[in-house]
């Protein structure tokens, strides 16, 4: 998938909202790494939705820990 649609009002969704709260504009990001990321590995022959890699190659590629 090239792209993927995003509601410009998605930091008013509570469950975002809360999620910004408990883990600041680093989580947000985090979240949207995420998003980004799973969307890059869907295709017509692959809606699996998950990721290849794992919670410490995404912490090292994204810098959190």
């Known amino acids: 998938m090239k792209w ?3 509601d410009t009002d998605a930091s008013r969704d509570t469950k975002l909202k ?3 709260m408990r883990y600041g504009m ?3 990001g985090l979240y949207w ?3 980004e990321r799973i969307a890059n590995n869907v ?3 692959n809606l699996t939705f998950e990721l290849e890699d794992d919670a410490e190659i995404i912490s090292h590629d994204s810098g959190i820990h």
């Open 33 to 35: 790494y995420l998003i």
């Open 26 to 28: 680093e989580g947000y």
């Open 43 to 45: 295709e017509i022959h």
């Open 18 to 20: 809360k999620l910004q």
């Open 4 to 6: 993927f649609k995003h």
